[in-house]
C-alpha cells in the first residue's frame, strides 16, 4: 500500500526494498473516490489465488476490489 499498488507491480522492480514486499500477493485498499486507504496482504497459496482471496475481502469489506496486475 505504500505506493498504491499491488505488490505484484513491486514484484517486477526487482532487488530488495525494505517496508515493502516483493512479490505477488498485496493489493492496496481504496474508497470508491480512488482514496488509497491501507492494504491487505495474503499468502499460503499460489499467488493468483493470494490475490483473488485478498480481493474478496476487499469486496466483503463494502470497497472496491483491487485492479490485478499480470
Known sequence: AMYGVASAETAKWGG???NMATWRGGLPIRLATGQ???GV???GAPSEFD???GNTGIAAAG???AEIVE
Request: with cysteine; hydrophobic share 40%; proline share 20%.
Open 51 to 53: 490475490e483473488e482471496c
Open 63 to 65: 470497497l472496491p476490489m
Open 16 to 18: 530488495p526494498a525494505p
Open 36 to 38: 488509497l486507504i491501507g
Open 41 to 43: 496482504g495474503v499468502s
